[in-house]
Structures are given as C-alpha cells and as structure tokens.
C-alpha cells in the first residue's frame, strides 16, 4: 500500500495560508472604520451604512489589478509598494465620483505560497487602506499549483465607496469656460509598464539596479514607486469648493481619461507647458522614440487626477491642494465641443 496523499504534497500548504490569516488580522483591524461589523477570517465581510452621514447612500464599486508593474516587483524581490498600487487604483476610481471609499477586498494568488514574500504584499494594502481610510475587510489567498512561475503571483482588488446621492459628481454641471486643475503623479503609477519593460530591458543595456541620469534615484526604484493615492485631498476639496467633475489618470492617459467625465457637448484643451514632468517621462520619451500622442493616451504624464472647476474657484482651488501638500497646476480649460474636433486637444 502507498501512504496516503496529503494537499501539501499536491503543493498546497493550509497550514501556511492559515498562518497568513493570522499575520494580516491585526494588519486589517488597524484599517477598521466605526462601520466594520466583524473581524476578518469569516465568510464574508461585514460593513454597516452610517445613515446618519448618508440619508440617500449610494455604492461605487471599482475592481482593478496593477498589471505588469508586477514583473518590476519580482525581479527586484520588493514588494510592499505593490499593495499600495493596488489601492490606490481601486479608490482613486471611486473618488471621482465624490464617494468615500469605505471597505476594500484582495485576491491574491500564486503557484507556492512564500509566507514572506505574502506578508509584504498584504502590509503594503493594508497601509494603502489607511493611507486612504478605507477598511481592509477580507480577502482571498489562492495557492495554485502550476499556474504560476515560481515566486510570481497575480493580485486584484476590489473597493466599494460610499455617497449621497445628492453629492455625486457625474459631470452634468461642467461648461465651457471650465477649468482643468492637474495633481501632480508620483510617476508612472500603474500603467503603461509593458512598453516601459520592453525600453528598459537588458538587451538594450538597462539594469534594474543602475543610476540613470535625470532620475532622482536607480531606475528599479523608479519603476516601482508607488502609486499617489489622492483620497483624502480630494474629499476634503469637495467638501470645501466646488468640484464639476474628476478625472483619474491612468490607462488611456490624459486624451482618453478626461473625456469620460465631460458632457458631450464639451471637449478639453490642455497647455502641455503648464506642468512639469518627472524624469521618467523624457527618458522614456527619449529611449523609445516615442511620439506625444503615444505618450498622451499610455502615460498620466506626469498628472494623476484632473479636477474641473469654475474659473472662479480654479486659484483657490490650487492653493487649498497645495496646503495639503500636493502639486496642482492649472493645465487647461474646457471648450464647446465642434464637429471634426477631436475630445482632447494640446498645445
């Protein structure tokens, strides 16, 4: 008779998974708002609607990855800054819509669970999810044989927000003569890393490790610093001015991002010269020959949320950003749309 088989051996470990679960509840717990209603490890999550703050709730819901910015983390062995990228794509999609982000949710999977290796990316959400005040309510770990190479894995997120409907921000108020107000990106955040690696690969002389001229620091470190999340200047900018519209930066760049949040009778004119740009952004430019257009609609290039308000409140607007230690530039202006006119255009 052969000795039974065990799950461990088919290459899943329970024992390690559960160990996990034990490491990210105090992680979690540290992210709980008032609404949580159960600690994490149950079934499902469980979350309270504060209804005294939001008479008429409404949920925005955002699901997101962090795509192939996760080759740059397995190569360089670095990983809670991953965690904070999946955040910040989720609840910087549902800001744009006045909503408060309320619980997040991961799904993390691989091929052989390395414990440490988890642990890093889960300490990276949950300190997005406190960056942002978002509850870290639950997740999934898969441990999957096969399916992934050795020390690879795969993670989504998911984020519900909170808004009265009264509140929302839907765009239907911006017009002509509208301001476009640009916060400042980190960098690349979480886009557009397929062409980045492709530039940066080995066979055209690049490593990870080196210092490149015109970045701050090596040029693995730039490609994985962290995606901005813009959750609490941005709601307090609601709450204290008024916001038309919002526009979060990411795939699809400036040309294709800000033309979802602007009625159809309107298109967006941006002045180029109005920002600056992280050295990132020329060297790709410079490295790949890339032509604007193409920089415009794969990169944020160098804004990672655009705000419309009225020309009124566009230079307070600026200042109260910048008190929060952000970097905001007026970046362009709204225009009545016309015939043959592409949505978005420059100068």
Same mark, same amino acid.
């Given at each position: 008779?052969?000795?039974?088989?065990?799950?461990?051996? @088919? /290459?899943v470990?329970i024992?390690?998974?559960?160990?996990?679960?034990?490491?990210?509840?105090?992680?979690a717990?540290?992210?709980?708002?008032?609404?949580? +209603?159960?600690?994490?490890?149950?079934?499902?999550?469980v979350?309270?609607?504060?209804?005294? +703050?939001?008479?008429q709730?409404? #949920?925005?819901?955002?699901?997101? &990855?962090?795509?192939t910015k996760?080759?740059?983390?397995f190569?360089?062995?670095?990983?809670?800054?991953i /965690?904070?990228?999946?955040?910040?794509?989720?609840?910087n999609?549902?800001?744009?819509q006045g909503?408060?982000?309320l619980?997040?949710?991961?799904?993390?999977?691989t091929? +052989?669970?390395?414990?440490?290796?988890?642990?890093g990316?889960?300490q990276?959400?949950?300190?997005?999810?406190?960056?942002?005040?978002?509850?870290?309510?639950?997740?999934?770990?898969?441990?999957?044989?096969?399916?992934?190479p050795?020390?690879e894995?795969?993670?989504?997120?998911?984020?519900v927000g909170?808004?009265?409907?009264?509140?929302?921000?839907?765009?239907?108020?911006?017009?002509?003569?509208?301001?476009?107000?640009?916060i400042?990106?980190?960098g690349?955040?979480?886009?557009?890393?397929? #062409?980045?690696? +492709?530039?940066?690969?080995p066979?055209r002389?690049?490593?990870l490790?080196?210092?490149?001229?015109g970045l701050p620091?090596?040029?693995?470190?730039?490609l994985? *610093?962290?995606?901005?999340?813009?959750?609490?200047?941005?709601?307090?900018?609601?709450?204290?001015?008024?916001?038309k /519209?919002?526009?979060?930066?990411? &795939? &699809?760049?400036?040309?294709?991002?800000?033309?979802?949040?602007?009625p159809?009778?309107?298109?967006?004119s941006?002045?180029?010269?109005?920002?600056?740009?992280?050295?990132?952004?020329? #060297?790709?430019?410079? @490295? /790949?020959?890339?032509? #604007?257009?193409e920089?415009? *609609?794969?990169?944020?290039?160098g804004i990672g949320?655009?705000?419309?308000?009225?020309?009124?409140?566009a230079?307070?607007?600026?200042? *109260?950003?910048?008190?929060m230690?952000?970097?905001?530039?007026?970046?362009?202006s709204?225009?009545? &749309?016309?015939?043959?006119?592409?949505?978005?255009?420059?100068?």
């Amino acid at each position: 008779m052969k000795p039974p088989q065990t799950y461990k051996e @088919a /290459g899943v470990d329970i024992d390690a998974a559960d160990s996990l679960v034990q490491f990210i509840r105090p992680l979690a717990k540290s992210t709980f708002r008032k609404e949580v +209603r159960m600690d994490i490890g149950g079934f499902g999550g469980v979350v309270a609607v504060d209804m005294e +703050r939001f008479p008429q709730p409404l #949920l925005v819901a955002s699901t997101d &990855g962090v795509g192939t910015k996760l080759r740059i983390a397995f190569e360089m062995d670095r990983h809670e800054s991953i /965690g904070i990228d999946l955040v910040a794509m989720c609840v910087n999609d549902v800001i744009v819509q006045g909503a408060e982000p309320l619980f997040f949710l991961d799904y993390f999977a691989t091929g +052989r669970l390395d414990p440490e290796r988890a642990k890093g990316v889960l300490q990276g959400i949950a300190e997005g999810c406190r960056i942002s005040g978002c509850s870290l309510i639950g997740g999934e770990t898969a441990e999957m044989p096969s399916f992934y190479p050795g020390g690879e894995y795969e993670l989504a997120g998911f984020c519900v927000g909170i808004v009265n409907r009264d509140q929302i921000i839907d765009g239907k108020d911006i017009r002509p003569g509208d301001v476009l107000i640009g916060i400042a990106s980190s960098g690349l955040h979480s886009n557009g890393y397929s #062409l980045a690696r +492709r530039l940066f690969s080995p066979e055209r002389g690049y490593s990870l490790d080196q210092p490149v001229e015109g970045l701050p620091v090596p040029l693995g470190e730039e490609l994985l *610093r962290p995606t901005r999340i813009y959750v609490k200047p941005v709601l307090e900018l609601i709450r204290a001015l008024p916001v038309k /519209g919002l526009a979060h930066i990411t &795939g &699809g760049g400036l040309i294709e991002n800000v033309p979802r949040v602007l009625p159809p009778e309107c298109r967006a004119s941006l002045d180029l010269d109005a920002w600056p740009r992280p050295g990132i952004f020329r #060297l790709i430019e410079q @490295a /790949g020959g890339i032509e #604007l257009p193409e920089m415009l *609609r794969t990169f944020n290039y160098g804004i990672g949320m655009v705000v419309v308000t009225g020309e009124g409140h566009a230079d307070s607007m600026i200042r *109260r950003l910048e008190d929060m230690g952000e970097s905001a530039f007026r970046i362009g202006s709204v225009l009545a &749309g016309e015939d043959g006119k592409p949505p978005v255009d420059w100068r």
